[in-house]
Every structure is written in structure tokens, then in C-alpha cells.
């Protein structure tokens, strides 16, 4: 719990300056710990990334669809602090995710990535996601229209 107010923070830099995610208000604290409590149950962790005792990155896996029939797919989501992109932690984070996805006996890893968030989408390529579609201007965000793709990894499960 006390990793809640650096992931918000972390997560509220992207609000306010990015698109990879397509809020357009920060967290509040009390959202924030809302947030946590969503992702205690072992199926649908948060985990972070620190060196040392400097929290640098967070990933999720959530709910693909409150639709039973969806309850083996994931979505995962990571986000690594602005001074450390390019380090590793998007890797180490996505990697053990994966690992969790498959202990958990999901089936199908689903990533929305903002079209031009180029890093990200080899990050997810590389981590054996492939692209299965593109959904065209479906974000609106600091005043232009936004694409996002679509990538899945099956597990084995």
C-alpha cells in the first residue's frame, strides 16, 4: 500500500503529458488506493519495479471484460517513470506479468498501445505479442484523434 501514491504519480505524469493512457484527469489518492484494491486479487496483481528503495515502474493485469466468457483474457498494462524508460524495467515488469498471466491459468494476453508509441509496441513484439488489429481515431487527447493497436500473446493455457 504504501507503493500507491509513486505508481499514481508515476501514472499521473502520463495523464497530464501523454497518451498512454487516454485519462485526461489525474488521480486523485482516494482513486489511486480504489485502483489498488481492484488489483489484490492474485489473478489480477500490480507489481512494481524498484532499485533499491526507488519505486521505478508498475504493471497490472485486469479484467479484459466483466463478461464471464472473458474471464481467461487479460489486459496488461505497464508504466515506467520518465527518468527510466529505456533501463530494462518495461521488460523485467512485462516479463514477470507474462509469468503471473500463465500461473494464473489466463489464456490470452491482450495490450492497447497508442499507435505512435513506437517503444512500447516493440517492447510488446519483442515479448512475443503480435498486433491482430488497429482501432482508428477511437481516443481523443490533447486535441487530436488517436489510433490504438490491439496486440494479444496466447498462453499455453
Known amino acids: 500500500m504504501a507503493d500507491v501514491p509513486v505508481c499514481t504519480a508515476i501514472y499521473n505524469y502520463y495523464v497530464e503529458v501523454g497518451v498512454s493512457t487516454f485519462d485526461e484527469e489525474p488521480r486523485s489518492a482516494v482513486q489511486g488506493l480504489e ?48 527518468g527510466h524508460l529505456g533501463q530494462g524495467g518495461g521488460r523485467l515488469l512485462l516479463s514477470r506479468l507474462i509469468a503471473m498471466a500463465e500461473e494464473a491459468c489466463h489464456h490470452v494476453l491482450v495490450g492497447r498501445i497508442e499507435a505512435s508509441n513506437k517503444d512500447s509496441l516493440i517492447l510488446f513484439q519483442r515479448s512475443g505479442f503480435t498486433p491482430v488489429g488497429v482501432l482508428r481515431e477511437v481516443g481523443f487527447k490533447q486535441e487530436r484523434w488517436l489510433d490504438v493497436v490491439i496486440l494479444e500473446r496466447i498462453l499455453n493455457n
Open 35 to 82: 485502483w489498488y484494491a481492484a488489483h489484490r486479487d492474485p489473478r489480477y496483481p500490480l507489481i512494481v519495479w524498484e532499485l533499491g528503495d526507488d519505486l521505478l515502474g508498475f504493471g497490472t493485469l485486469s479484467r479484459w471484460s466483466k463478461k464471464s466468457g472473458y474471464d481467461r483474457s487479460v489486459e496488461v498494462s505497464v508504466f515506467v517513470s520518465p
